[in-house]
């Protein structure tokens, strides 16, 4: 089974504190991407990779950076946290797209960020 | 924009009935997917439907896709209880290079 970790299922943190969250997989997926979740919102794309060391903005990349050194780690990073980052933010991985589209992502539990 | 817009937001049930849930989207795709999330938790891949086909069965699952319409419908027959969970379409659209969800139906199954 494809496992995807997050390294904390709640953060606290304090406003203009940099934060640093963490996503592994086990499946060798090439595409790697970070969303965050808001009610009736649904979830927005942050960032994306579909390689190691390469990285694409998404919809929300305001306030957020990302890295990805070895393919089955990827991080997000909010360089200063603000009270508006509070959320619930979603790491997930996926095959490369094929001829037909994406492939299905798998997603992990979650981090629920409370920024005070 | 979403690409995919759920309806409706909230669906209550009663055990064993059926529940039907829709999603509409804008342009063309290639595939659209259903995912589940229980409360507080990552979404798990329900089905993938591709553009060209039209209905697809998985389990208690029934996904219909029209293409004419641009909207596709998931059923669950017999629910149970275990299915109360947030359901999600995504859709990959014609040229696109991300999955775009819509914000979801909140189905809740009494016992």
């Known amino acids: 089974d494809v496992k995807v970790t997050q390294s904390s299922r709640y953060l606290v943190k304090r406003t203009g504190e940099k934060v640093f969250l963490e996503c592994v997989q086990d499946m060798d997926h090439e595409n790697m991407f970070w969303y965050r979740q808001d009610p009736g919102l649904g979830l927005r794309l942050i960032y994306f990779s579909y390689d190691v060391k390469m990285k694409e903005k998404g919809d929300i990349p305001e306030g957020y950076s990302v890295s990805r050194e070895k393919k089955e780690r990827f991080s997000l990073i909010l360089e200063s946290a603000s009270t508006n980052q509070t959320s619930m933010y979603l790491c997930a991985s996926s095959y490369p797209r094929g001829a037909s589209g994406s492939h299905e992502q798998y997603f992990g539990p979650g981090t629920r960020l409370t920024v005070t | ?111």
């Open chain 2, 1 to 111: 924009s979403q690409q995919g817009e759920e309806d409706p937001q909230a669906l209550s049930i009663q055990e064993g009935e059926n529940a039907t849930m829709n999603c509409s989207y804008k342009t063309s795709i290639n595939n659209l997917q259903w995912y589940r999330q229980n409360s507080g938790r990552g979404l798990v891949h329900l089905i993938l439907i591709r553009s060209n086909e039209r209905e697809k069965h998985s389990g208690r699952l029934r996904v219909t896709l029209d293409t004419s319409k641009k909207s596709s419908s998931l059923l669950i027959t017999a629910s149970r209880a275990a299915d109360t969970a947030s359901y999600f379409c995504a859709t990959w659209h014609t040229g696109g290079f991300k999955t775009i969800f819509g914000a979801g139906t909140r189905l809740f199954v009494k016992a």
